[in-house]
């Protein structure tokens, strides 16, 4: 089992500020198959990065995905109230997909 | 666009059975990988396993004794069973289709276990 650790628990940033969120594999994730969601109360998980790196439809370009290995980061640049919510990582580079525990992104 | 619907009892006893099922519309079950995840409240998502449309599965080891998804290509339609159900397993239950990353999520249903 790939173990995904996230880091940190809670951002609380203003508007226009930028988040930085980390997630660490317990083992490397090949082919960088790992994924970024986004989580707002009582809605299900939107993707918003694929391979590590590549944004899905429709995502603006102020959420970049990057990294390699066992070291991702999802950057959110210029902070909007809308982007309040829950962001997790997860892994497909083994048959027994896991996610990591989930980063609060709170505005103020 | 694809959508996903889940239904199925919101309410289910203790160690009875837990059914669920997945409506795809806009699209066919075949060619895909087919998931289901689980989010007790306030807690993080747990992947609980998968079907390809040919019927094969992956279960999360954790659950691989008490899970069983299935497809039928005929009612493009994905179902989870998860047997002997407790507290532990109240949650809301999401299928999501799989291309290896989860670009297609049904709303979720909320199942509570309780007597």
């Known amino acids: 089992e790939i173990v995904l650790t996230q880091s940190p628990g809670t951002l609380s940033l203003s508007p226009g500020d930028r988040a930085t969120l980390s997630c660490w594999a317990s083992?490397?994730?090949?082919?960088?198959?790992l994924a970024w969601y986004q989580q707002k109360p009582g809605q299900a998980p939107r993707l918003l990065i694929y391979?590590?790196?590549t944004r899905a439809t429709g995502i603006p370009d102020r959420f970049s995905g990057s990294g390699s290995g066992t070291d991702f980061t999802l950057t959110i640049s210029r902070l909007e109230p809308g982007d309040s919510a829950v962001y997790y990582c997860?892994?497909?580079?083994?048959?027994?997909?896991?996610f990591g525990q989930g980063t609060k992104v709170e505005i103020k | 666009q694809v959508q996903l619907q889940e239904s199925g009892p919101g309410l289910v006893k203790p160690s009875e059975t837990l059914s669920l099922s997945c409506t795809v519309s806009?699209?066919?079950?075949?060619?895909?990988?087919w998931n289901w995840i689980r989010q007790p409240p306030g807690k993080r998502l747990e992947w609980i396993g998968n079907?390809?449309?040919?019927?094969?599965?992956i279960y999360n080891p954790s659950l691989k004794s008490r899970v069983t998804i299935s497809v039928d290509t005929s009612k493009n339609e994905v179902s989870l069973k998860m047997t002997s159900v407790t507290a532990a397993d109240t949650a809301v239950y999401f299928c999501?289709?799989?291309?290896?990353?989860?670009?297609?999520w049904g709303q979720g249903v909320l199942v509570t276990v309780s007597s």
């Open positions: 079907v390809y449309y040919t019927g094969s599965t």
């Open positions: 999501a289709r799989d291309r290896r990353w989860l670009a297609n």
């Open positions: 391979d590590a790196s």
């Open positions: 083992q490397t994730v090949s082919n960088n198959y």
């Open positions: 806009g699209g066919s079950v075949n060619y895909y990988y």
């Open positions: 997860q892994q497909y580079s083994s048959s027994f997909r896991t």
